[in-house]
């Protein structure tokens, strides 16, 4: 496999920049949700950064993964790693990062939850502790779904791709992650979609101000569609891989296992910047942070060329402010004398 090196390594830098700009844009939404919007105590965005959390674990769960596989091919050794790694940390690693699946399809039904709810059972209110807990369970559940696999050694370290994927020749493990990480989670977001779609094409005897209510939730669940159907595009790439090897007799194209992982972190890329670009707070903020950003380089630079032009200035101006700092420190001393002197009169 020498004759391929170039092309693997060229297939890892690219899943390692896409992972990178994962953690970036997820990181960056954090950001801002902490420090730039004002009201950000809320159950939205609660969810929206629950979403982003469970992204950062899947990206940097592939890509510790990818920093194998990368030195890996980069040292043209089959035998990188030792046999403990390949049999107990290796799997793990996949663990974390099937773990990483789930926990964010799982963060998107709760948005979607959240959206039905306001919805649907407007008149049921739930606090902002309740969806806290729910995330907690969200990632309790997440870890226990996908625990069989790992127990059952599902996860096999294959030589020539140094990583340890589900191979394609273990159906039930495929079908069982496939179903529950992935299908079953795919089937409640777009039954809540449509639940939400029928019931507001349907109900029209409603005040003005319960239809404002419902055009904006809807228009916020519209906003995680495009992010989740992404991941469904991951799914059916997959499995498509999947299938094509069960009609070969199990018999994988030497890019297949590379490829099924290099669409995950292509696919990790583009959700949160698809978030951003269709969450005008959140593209607002952005816009107003990239900025300042833009502005701090810009006054550094021209007070960096102000010192290099005038130097005999800035030693003026700073003689002036130990001047002024000397007078201040001259006035507080006499002013405690003062005092002194009045209390002993």
């Given amino acids: 496999m020498s004759q391929f090196t170039t092309l693997f390594i060229l297939l890892d830098l690219l899943a390692i920049f896409s ?36 992204t950062l674990e899947l990206c940097l769960s592939d890509l510790i993964i990818y920093g194998f596989i990368v030195i890996s091919d980069s040292t043209l050794m089959t035998s990188l790693t030792s046999l403990y790694d390949q049999r107990y940390l290796c799997p793990i690693r996949s663990y974390f990062l099937f773990t990483g699946f789930s926990l964010l399809y799982t963060s998107y039904c709760l948005q979607g939850y959240y959206r039905f709810r306001q919805v649907i059972f407007y008149k049921k209110h739930y606090s902002y502790k309740v969806f806290v807990y729910l995330c907690l369970i969200q990632w309790i559940f997440s870890f226990l779904l996908v625990l069989p696999m790992l127990l059952t050694q599902s996860f096999i370290y294959i030589p020539t791709e140094f990583f340890c994927p589900i191979p394609f020749n273990k159906p039930l493990s495929v079908t069982y992650i496939a179903v529950c990480v992935y299908g079953v989670f795919l089937t409640i977001f777009a039954t809540i979609y449509l639940w939400i779609y029928v019931y507001t094409s349907r109900t029209t005897s409603i005040t003005v101000k319960r239809r404002r209510t419902i ?5 916020m669940l519209k906003r995680i569609i495009l992010p989740a159907f992404s991941l469904m595009f991951l799914g059916i790439v ?31 890329s583009f959700i949160h910047v698809i978030t951003i670009f269709q969450t005008p707070p959140i593209r607002k903020a952005v816009l107003e942070l990239f900025n300042c950003l833009e502005g701090r380089m810009w006054k ?5 060329n102000t010192v290099s032009e005038n130097p005999n200035t800035t030693v003026q101006q700073q ?22 002197e009045t209390v002993s009169n």
């Fill in 19 to 54: 992972l990178l700009i994962g953690i970036f844009t997820a990181s960056l939404i954090l950001f801002i949700i902490a420090r730039k919007l004002n009201r950000h105590h809320t159950i939205a965005n609660l969810l929206l950064a629950n979403t982003c959390v469970c």
């Fill in 238 to 268: 997959y499995l498509s891989l999947f299938f094509q090897a069960i009609a070969n007799q199990y018999q994988t194209h030497f890019l297949t296992y590379r490829l099924s992982y290099l669409f995950i972190a292509i696919g990790m």
């Fill in 300 to 304: 550094r630079k021209e007070s960096q």
């Fill in 319 to 340: 003689q002036k402010r130990e001047e002024q700092m000397e007078l201040m420190d001259y006035k507080k001393i006499k002013l405690s004398q003062s005092e002194e």
């Fill in 215 to 219: 055009d904006r939730q809807f228009t």
